[in-house]
Each structure stands twice: as C-alpha cells, then as structure tokens.
C-alpha cells in the first residue's frame, strides 16, 4: 500500500455529462499517473504529471483532462463522458529515484450508459 | 513507438507443472517491471529488472532480463492455484517521467 486511494471507486454516468475523478497520495511523491484498463489492451496511459501544475498527455489522452493544484492529488475529467470511456480506471504513483516500480491505487470502475 | 508483447495472453495449466511467459518489447530499454492482477483488484509489484542479465526469484516465480534480445521471461515452477491471476510485464521507454508501456496481460488458470 503506497498511500494511494481513489474516488469514487465505482460511478454509472450517462453520456453527455462531465465525470472527475480523483486520485490522492500521502506520501508526496512527485509523479503521478492515469491509466485506463480494458480487456485486451492492458494498461494504456492517459495523463501523467511530474510536479504540481505539470502535466503531459499519454497514449489515450483524448476526451480526458487533468489538473494538479496539490502534491497530493491528481484529478482526471471526462469532460463529456461517452460509452467508449467505460474502464476501468487506475492511477499509479512512483517514487522520485528513476528504476523504480509505479504502485496502483485500488481502480475506479466508471460505466457511462 | 515502443510495443511490449506479451505471449501467450492466456495459459491454463496443470498444478505442478513448469511454464514461462514471455514479454518481447521493440526498442531498447534496460528497465522492466512484472506485476500481478487479481481479477477485480489492483496490480501488485512482482520484479523490478534494471540491467542486463538481471535475474529475481520469488518463491515459485522467477523474472529474468536479456535487454539485447529484448526479451524478459517469467517462468513458473511446479504451479500451484494461488498462482492464478493476471500477469503483466512493462518496459521503462527511457524517458525522465519514468513512463513505461504495458502488455496486453497474460491470463494464468492453474487447474487443480
């Protein structure tokens, strides 16, 4: 457990309306990461931030934004959800030393109807 | 662009049985990562492999490294049920934001 924790951990939206989910950390780590999960394709990275107000996208960025005000949370937006948002949705932190692992909080399940 | 393949992406097995799961990625890279999924659960840290010839050992699990083959393996010796689960390799592409890239996930049942 690295101090991670997500919320919410389930949600049902209908498409059309804007979604935030959030991840916070206790342990002041600098870099942050957003995941989406689905069957057949892993883990594919939508957003990461390397510091407070720094942010880059990933290889799934479309449709999705974030923000970081605070070391302690990364926020992710589906500003207008749709039905090919519905995931599985994780976020990962690592520590600042290069090499190691990324640790996972626990996932939010988002199903947009 | 780096591509991370994992084969085979699902495996049933018998208990007691030896088996390897492979992980070839596309471009270089000296970090790779092993994890577990249960399903509904989160991913757990297996290995962390960070050179060349690299060579971890956890109980019944070992992860090894040939960054010149682009190749990891996780072999599995004498299977146990507890085993099953979800397992992922993924490669550091090198960049400062310790980004890394995923396989698609190998499905492990070990039958009974």
């Known amino acids: 457990d690295a101090g991670i924790t997500q919320s919410p951990r389930h949600k049902v939206t209908e498409t059309g309306t804007p979604v935030t989910l959030r991840c916070h950390q206790t342990?002041?780590?600098?870099?942050m990461y957003w995941y989406r999960q689905d069957p057949g394709h892993g883990l594919r990275l939508i957003h990461y931030s390397y510091g407070v107000k720094d942010t880059d996208k990933g290889e799934v960025s479309d449709g999705y934004s974030v923000s970081r005000s605070k070391t302690e949370d990364f926020l992710l937006t589906l500003e207008s959800a749709t039905s090919s948002q519905t995931s599985v949705y994780f976020c990962?932190?690592?520590?600042?030393?290069?090499?190691?692992?990324?640790?996972f909080g626990p996932g939010t399940r988002l199903t947009v109807t | 662009e780096l591509k991370v393949e994992q084969n085979p992406l699902f495996l049933s097995m018998q208990e007691g049985k030896n088996y390897t799961i492979y992980c070839n990625y596309s471009?270089?890279?000296?970090?790779l990562y092993w994890y577990r999924q249960d399903p509904g659960k989160s991913l757990e840290s297996l290995f962390v492999?960070?050179?060349?010839?690299a060579v971890k050992q956890e109980g019944r699990l070992m992860a090894s490294l040939d960054t010149k083959a682009r190749l990891s393996t996780l072999h599995i010796t004498a299977a146990v049920h507890d085993l099953s689960a979800t397992y992922f390799c993924?490669?550091?592409?090198?960049?400062?934001?310790?980004?890394?890239?995923f396989g698609k996930g190998t499905r492990l049942h070990i039958l009974p």
């Open positions: 990962a932190i690592t520590p600042t030393a290069q090499g190691l692992e990324q640790y």
């Open positions: 342990e002041n780590h600098r870099y």
């Open positions: 492999l960070l050179s060349n010839g």
């Open positions: 471009t270089t890279s000296d970090r």
């Open positions: 993924a490669v550091d592409i090198g960049t400062r934001d310790d980004k890394i890239i």
